[in-house]
């Protein structure tokens, strides 16, 4: 049960994380109240925008009265605005100050630009960096009996921005926060503050995070936007680890690798031979990385921090072949459109909802109570059922789909319990049978468990060239697999999909749907398209497993990595 926490002796009784704490929890526990009220704060900041005034915010005086005026919206019934508002107009759809534009990631290749409010960017501090602070300090003290030790952060996130017509900076969310903690950075990062802030110089950031890590014995902690970033930093290091020990056993940058040839003059005029730690470091991977390893590069590393359940949950499980034992927190539960919900404990992927946040609706998946026109209020939620969450956030955006699918596991005062389960545009369906990640996730897991073969990623698929249509599974396996046993697998995994999704199934058993289609990648196939990626311009910190291969640039990519061998 959600409760309140005393300050830790030693620490000073004003300490903001554990306030902020403390206050989560009282706000839990009167959600509703909280929550209806920030939505009427809302109402009367902005019925003077122009969106204010065409949905006659000025009448409204109860949540009921809201959903009656203000419909539902996406990304397109705001594009107008914010074209106007990145060229310097104001008041159009919030009355806040805005002080960046989230870049999206563009998972469907189609990358928007969300406004970010001051308040946004308040929530985000407070909710998000502030509160995972005091998470981080009481999940160490429960589990060793003391503070977090202090020392170096292993931090993969890379600050990419630029700027608007107006003068506005322009990013990813996560850009924003680290700007604003840049002048803090240089002292608890092991590399060059540079290395985070390129400012347009040309790096190899995986090269420089391992080589400086690595040199650094006293990394705390691991840091991640995402679990994918910790997974090839540490596949980086195992792939290339005899180079790197005899980079720093020399005091010296590869010139093999990329990056403008000033900032390596400068890197290597900090350097110096190190080899007694070049030589621990051998030792270390001499022995192989069938045992983890983090617990012998980086002995004092209390824990580990990344958003790892949901699509990222089997990045998770190769994480934890490196890191063993060492505790993971697996941080908030946010979008581009602002924060949603926080995990307020070590070693569990449920997520509180944060009614400081947002208004947050939610419209049940499936049930006899279902109407895609209705939503249900945060308390009015069922454990154990799905919903798609509607956000009213702090920067403009009102009853908006942000196109998550949660499942409610509990409640925390008044406040819903959460796990994310699948994005809608990441569910295909060829004749209507609706198959979403979650589903596909429990197929791939099933196989292991049945072949006893790892499997690194998947993508899904939809062939409609021919009719009938079928499903093609992409599945990335650790090693490669016997040709004479694919048959088998691919019985395998459609016997699971039909299980997984009984409507896929039954359209199989009529030749509705062609049976399922199953394709090997070569390894690193996953590795090499998150590189490519990056070349393109796209941020570190923004890039998403591929579960649903949409675009024809991803069915170029990875249907020519089949591996046909």
Avoid at 400 to 426: A, H, L, M, T, W
Wanted: charged letters at 30%; aromatic letters at 12%.
């Amino acid at each position: 049960m959600l409760q309140k926490r005393n300050i830790p002796e030693g620490l000073d009784p004003r300490d903001t994380a554990y306030q902020t704490f403390n206050e989560t929890v009282d706000m839990c526990m009167d959600a509703r109240r909280y929550s209806q009220e920030l939505l009427m704060q809302i109402v009367r900041d902005n019925e003077d925008t122009e969106y204010g005034k065409k949905y006659g915010f000025r009448e409204i005086r109860s949540v009921e009265d809201y959903k009656k005026r203000v419909p539902f919206s996406d990304y397109d019934d705001y594009a107008e605005a914010i074209e106007r508002m990145v060229k310097g107009e104001k008041n159009l759809i919030t009355a806040y100050p805005i002080v960046h534009y989230a870049m999206t990631s563009g998972s469907v290749d189609n990358p928007k630009s969300i406004p970010v409010s001051s308040r946004t960017m308040d929530a985000y501090m407070k909710y998000a960096s502030i509160l995972s602070s005091c998470i981080y300090d009481f999940g160490v003290r429960d589990r060793k009996g003391r503070s977090p030790k202090m020392g170096k952060q292993f931090l993969t996130a890379v600050v990419k921005t630029d700027y608007t017509p107006d003068g506005t900076l322009r990013g990813p969310i996560s850009s924003a926060i680290y700007l604003q903690n840049k002048a803090f950075m240089q002292y608890i990062l092991p590399w060059p503050v540079e290395v985070m802030y390129p400012e347009g110089q040309v790096l190899n950031q995986k090269y420089l995070r391992a080589f400086y890590a690595l040199k650094e014995r006293k990394v705390t902690r691991m840091i991640a936007p995402f679990m994918t970033a910790l997974v090839d930093s540490m596949y980086y290091i195992e792939s290339n680890w005899r180079s790197l020990v005899a980079d720093i056993e020399a005091g010296r940058l590869s010139d093999e690798v990329d990056m403008d040839e000033e900032l390596r003059a400068k890197f290597n005029a900090q350097l110096a031979p190190d080899p007694k730690r070049a030589a621990e470091l051998r030792a270390i991977f001499e022995e192989g990385f069938e045992e983890p390893v983090i617990p012998k590069i980086w002995p004092d590393c209390d824990f580990i921090a990344s958003i790892g359940g949901g699509g990222f949950a089997a990045y998770t499980k190769k994480m934890k072949r490196y890191s063993g034992d060492v505790p993971m927190y697996f941080n908030c539960y946010g979008a581009s459109e602002g924060p949603i919900a926080t995990v307020l404990d070590f070693e569990t992927v449920e997520n509180t909802i944060i009614p400081a946040n947002g208004f947050f609706e939610f419209i049940p998946m499936e049930g006899v109570d279902r109407d895609p026109e209705k939503t249900l209020n945060l308390d009015e939620l069922e454990v154990g059922r799905e919903y798609e969450i509607v956000v009213t956030n702090l920067a403009g955006f009102y009853r908006y789909r942000i196109g998550d699918v949660i499942e409610v596991v509990g409640y925390d005062g008044e406040s819903p319990r959460i796990v994310f389960k699948y994005r809608k545009n990441q569910m295909i369906s060829i004749a209507g049978e609706k198959t979403n990640e979650a589903g596909v996730a429990w197929v791939v897991h099933e196989f292991e468990k049945e072949t006893g073969e790892s499997i690194t990623d998947f993508s899904i698929y939809a062939d409609t060239d021919d009719l009938p249509g079928r499903y093609v599974l992409f599945l990335e396996p650790e090693r490669h697999l016997p040709r004479e046993e694919y048959e088998r697998y691919r019985d395998i995994c459609d016997e699971k999909m039909g299980i997984a999704n009984p409507s896929y199934g039954s359209k199989i058993k009529e030749k509705i749907l062609l049976p399922l289609k199953l394709n090997f990648l070569q390894q690193e196939t996953y590795y090499l398209y998150r590189d490519m990626m990056m070349m393109k311009g796209i941020s570190e910190n923004q890039i998403k497993p591929v579960r649903v291969i949409d675009t024809p640039r991803k069915e170029k990519f990875f249907f020519g990595l089949i591996d046909r061998e």
